[in-house]
């Protein structure tokens, strides 16, 4: 499938400091054509109509009635936390758009973690 058949998303930005993981952005390139947001402002009527989705990465990008009466083919809002509280759900169901998360992403690794904690605090780990 040609890139520009693919369904656009819309990303803050790839790599840096709060842009998409790159080994992330490669995976979702795969199923998407990848649209940053610096691209998004400069052609508006250009891209506006390519969204068709929103990948959240780290609360950003963030999602006000702006952005989202500027694109009239969005569907979907995915965010890549466990948590939607950055996000007005009421607002954006208003558009008819919906929105997922990934509830259960880092239920091992907090208790891989909370596991070592204790671990390490019973056995005086740091202290050693």
Excluded: W, Y
Excluded at 59 to 73: A, H, K, M, Q, V
């Amino acid at each position: 499938m040609a890139e520009e058949e693919l369904p656009g998303v819309l990303i803050l930005d790839i790599g840096g400091t709060h842009g998409v993981l790159e080994n992330l952005a490669a995976l979702l390139k795969k199923h998407f054509h990848l649209i940053t947001m610096k691209e998004f402002l400069g052609n508006k009527e250009g891209m506006s109509k390519k969204i068709q989705s929103i990948f959240v990465f780290e609360c950003r990008p963030t999602i006000d009635r702006e952005l989202l009466e500027s694109l009239p083919n969005l569907k979907v809002i995915g965010n890549s936390g466990v948590g939607v509280d950055h996000l007005d759900l009421k607002m954006i169901s208003s558009f008819g758009v919906k929105v997922t998360n990934t509830p259960h992403a880092v239920a091992d690794p907090t208790a891989d973690i909370g596991m070592a904690l204790m671990l390490a605090s019973a056995r005086r780990l740091v202290e050693g």
